[in-house]
């Protein structure tokens, strides 16, 4: 009975001493988390507050993340949209061993040669941040308000392909939701399915 009792208040004193992370919901203040650059330099969430914030979920080695980086659509939209005071925190949580999972200078060389225009590039190869934000594809994109609620997740376009050639006939949905919500107008559409390859957690 001593030995039930014991484990039992171990347990709850688990569950009482573990760290409380809320998940993302659209509507809600979207969650604090810290990650570092490449550089290794440390960025948190709140360095951005009062700012429209964009978190896009990456891998340089996925076909449906080429599609925007190889014909310039995505650092079309991140200088675009930082120009006008947007924070673009472009993420990627591969985890050690798995595809996008890359060395600090090979992500600095993909940097270079793609052009990002992203805030910054950050590192979560623990996935936490990208569990909590239910990330599920290469690319996903949320937007979060100046006011720190979560505006929209899903796809980056209505066209879920690889072929760049798609992309005159898709309607940006990210580009619709910064619109509307630098506007200070309500998003139209504030849920959409994203695609891609998985996020490698």
Request: net charge negative; aromatic share 8%; charged share 20%.
């Amino acid at each position: 009975m001593r030995l039930r009792s014991f484990f039992a208040a171990l347990v709850c004193c688990s569950l009482a001493c573990a760290p409380a992370f809320a998940a993302a919901e659209l509507g809600k203040t979207a969650p604090e988390f810290t990650l570092t650059d490449p550089s290794g330099q440390a960025h948190s969430l709140s360095e951005y507050k009062g700012r429209t914030v964009v978190l896009e979920w990456t891998n340089p080695e996925c076909p449906f993340v080429r599609k925007h980086y190889a014909s310039g659509n995505m650092q079309g939209l991140q200088k675009t949209y930082t120009e006008k005071g947007v924070a673009w925190l472009t993420i990627n949580s591969s985890a050690p061993g798995k595809q996008g999972n890359l060395p600090a200078e090979e992500w600095l060389r993909w940097i270079e040669e793609n052009g990002v225009a992203s805030t910054a590039v950050l590192l979560d190869p623990e996935g936490r941040v990208g569990r909590l934000y239910g990330a599920k594809t290469t690319p996903h994109l949320f937007v979060i308000a100046k006011d720190g609620n979560l505006v929209y997740q899903g796809a980056i376009d209505s066209v879920p392909g690889t072929d760049p050639a798609e992309l005159a006939e898709a309607k940006n949905y990210v580009r619709a939701a910064l619109d509307e919500t630098l506007s200070e107008t309500p998003v139209s559409e504030p849920s959409t399915r994203s695609y891609g390859c998985s996020v490698k957690y």
